[in-house]
């Protein structure tokens, strides 16, 4: 072979060079087409959730009126029964509207859902200081324990004693259905300017928060919530587990200065922090005129709007379904109901719609889950108006 020849001939070295350059240039062209997919794709899909999503505008009264396409097609089921909408939406996966079956009705709107929410939060009744919990089952259990685990002192040579094992009850929390059936006419929701998803959300919460207020108080717990006054009370002095405590007011019908910080001091320390006091506004009418030794009242209004009135450093919630004062009433209680008082609930508010029961009038049968309990005996002090 000659050295021209030689010369120009490809070396190994080369022609491995040679084909690692054009394998990565192909793998970044591949790569560059991977990428221009992928990103088309995304686009795709965030135009396909903007049309989902993007509120849908329809007029009303002459005029453009932005709808949601779950608002929409909810308002429409109330007004006119058409449930065609609600089934798209559950089949398009939109859950914020979700069809059930025929016996159950319909989720409601989020948004009415939401304005329900808030309104029995702000209602003043233990819900508002109550542990509440969202279960999807139809119980919650509460597992408390309310003994000390044993303890004690060892040197390193003592053989160590065995200490006393913690006592745990289990407390279930039924989930009972809470109703309520306002009713409108046809010719009221045929009325586009009527504001009817505004119009249910306020009917039905003042009934739930009414219903509510009174069973967390009252209620026996038989299909309903069981109120912390229907369990067994006795003499703080004698207290046990599975009972509420009691202090005298020391005067029949009456009640005392003295014996309000003697209710304050039956709780125990570790839940005063938390501690509120409740009691209706006729009892409020009696506390409010106490005073101390020194001539000063034990009631003090809050110093801004929205703050409650506190008793001693306590906020107070005037519940109007507590016991007017009266001979051996429980008209006052004090404790920490976060701790003391659970209220469990489903999530979910179902619409049922009813045109043939009342007719010419539209019936609206709404339902939610709901159950209430003592969850701690030791959190919660009761006052009652006797002598002993």
């Known amino acids: 072979m000659s050295k021209s020849e030689d010369r120009g001939a490809t070396s190994p070295a080369e022609e491995v060079r040679a084909a690692v350059t054009g394998f990565v240039t192909d793998f970044k062209g591949f790569q560059a087409e991977i990428e221009t997919k992928l990103q088309q794709t995304e686009e795709r899909m965030t135009m396909l959730d903007r049309k989902m999503t993007t509120p849908v505008r329809t007029p009303l009264g002459g005029a453009m009126d932005t709808v949601a396409p779950h608002q929409k097609a909810f308002n429409a089921y109330l007004r006119n029964g058409d449930d065609d909408a609600l089934r798209g939406l559950e089949l398009e996966g939109k859950s914020l509207s979700t069809a059930v079956n025929s016996d159950g009705g319909y989720l409601v709107d989020p948004q009415t859902s939401a304005q329900v929410q808030s309104v029995l939060k702000a209602a003043p009744s233990i819900r508002s200081i109550a542990s509440v919990v969202t279960v999807e089952a139809t119980s919650y259990d509460v597992l408390v324990d309310h003994t000390d685990v044993g303890a004690g002192w060892a040197t390193e040579t003592d053989a160590t004693a065995e200490t006393d094992t913690p006592q745990i009850d289990r407390i279930t929390i039924a989930l009972n259905e809470l109703s309520a059936l306002p009713k409108a006419s046809q010719r009221l929701l045929d009325d586009s300017a009527f504001d009817i998803e505004g119009w249910l959300a306020g009917r039905i919460a003042d009934k739930f928060a009414r219903a509510e207020a009174t069973a967390f108080i009252n209620g026996d717990g ?79 209004d809050g110093l801004h709007a929205g703050e409650p009135a506190q008793l001693l450093g306590y906020p107070v919630v005037v519940a109007e379904d507590m016991p007017d004062p009266a001979s051996d009433s429980m008209s006052i209680a004090f404790g920490d109901f976060n701790a003391g008082y659970t209220i469990a609930e489903r999530p979910d508010l179902r619409i049922l719609r009813d045109p043939f029961s009342a007719k010419p009038h539209v019936l609206f049968y709404a339902t939610k889950r709901v159950g209430g309990d003592v969850s701690d005996f030791a959190a919660i002090k009761l006052m009652k108006f006797g002598a002993a």
């Open 222 to 300: 038989v299909d309903k919530p069981k109120g912390f006054l229907n369990h067994a009370s006795v003499d703080n002095d004698v207290w046990a587990w599975g009972n509420l405590g009691y202090v005298p007011s020391t005067q029949d019908g009456d009640v005392a200065a003295e014996a309000v910080i003697d209710l304050v001091y039956a709780l125990a320390a570790q839940y005063r922090a938390n501690a509120t006091f409740v009691m209706n506004s006729k009892t409020v009418a009696l506390v409010r005129k106490l005073k101390d030794g020194d001539g000063r009242f034990l009631w003090s």
